[in-house]
């Protein structure tokens, strides 16, 4: 069982910044699908981005704001996000997926393993 933490949120402003950390208990985490999503209030949870070889697929409305990497020594993943916007606030949670580590998946269901969210707070 794969366990995932998620830190780094917080309150910022229109055109601020913010990385978030994904850390995961399994040093296999390397190997796995991993992503970004959200949910905001009153709404579904949605894809923001997905990390695989070595580049970010981002959805359209993070197009150019958003940025994935990971530490595999460190078994974390981040998410860097610039000219953060109200719209993006939202509780994000990292996801990890074993079983298509070479897919590229933007559905939640697509994902076996979830962290319990950061909060992220863009004000105008």
């Known amino acids: 069982q794969v366990q995932l933490v998620e830190s780094g949120g917080g309150l910022v402003q229109a055109g601020g910044s913010l990385r978030l950390s994904c850390a995961a208990s399994e040093r296999t985490f390397s190997s796995y699908a991993m992503a970004w999503f959200r949910r905001a209030p009153g709404k579904e949870r949605e894809f923001v981005a997905s990390?695989?070889?070595?580049?970010?697929y981002p959805a359209d409305s993070v197009k150019g704001r958003v940025t994935i990497s990971r530490d595999n020594a460190k078994n974390t993943m981040y998410l860097e996000m610039n000219n953060l916007k109200p719209e993006d606030t939202a509780v994000y949670y990292c996801?990890?997926?074993?079983?298509?580590?070479?897919?590229?998946?933007?559905?939640?269901?697509?994902?076996?393993?979830w962290g319990q969210g950061t909060q992220v707070t863009v004000s105008s």
């Open positions: 990390f695989r070889w070595n580049r970010t």
């Open positions: 996801a990890a997926d074993s079983r298509r580590p070479l897919t590229v998946m933007t559905t939640p269901g697509d994902y076996e393993y």
